[in-house]
């Protein structure tokens, strides 16, 4: 399985952007923190709900800081 993954969303804040990337992968499914395109938190969850959970929360705590949707 070669999932490249998709991206759930995209913040920026003072010229830098912090994403959220979703793939599927054998043993689960991994969500991939970015900034500024590089993974630094990848976290493997057993299921879509979880998955979605924490990618919500980790939204929640930067736009609470003050990151805001990225321009498409």
């Given at each position: 399985?070669?999932?490249?993954?998709?991206?759930?969303?995209?913040?920026?804040?003072?010229?830098?952007?912090?994403?959220?990337?979703?793939?599927?992968?054998?043993?689960?499914?991994?969500?991939?923190?970015?900034?500024?395109g590089?993974?630094?938190?990848?976290?493997?969850?057993?299921?879509?709900?979880?998955?979605?959970?924490?990618?919500?929360?980790?939204?929640?705590a930067?736009?609470?800081?003050?990151?805001?949707?990225?321009?498409?």
């Amino acid at each position: 399985m070669d999932d490249p993954g998709t991206n759930l969303w995209t913040l920026a804040k003072d010229g830098r952007e912090v994403a959220a990337r979703v793939r599927l992968v054998p043993y689960g499914i991994e969500i991939d923190i970015l900034h500024d395109g590089l993974a630094v938190i990848t976290r493997t969850f057993d299921n879509d709900v979880e998955a979605m959970a924490w990618a919500d929360q980790k939204r929640n705590a930067r736009e609470s800081d003050g990151w805001a949707p990225a321009a498409e």
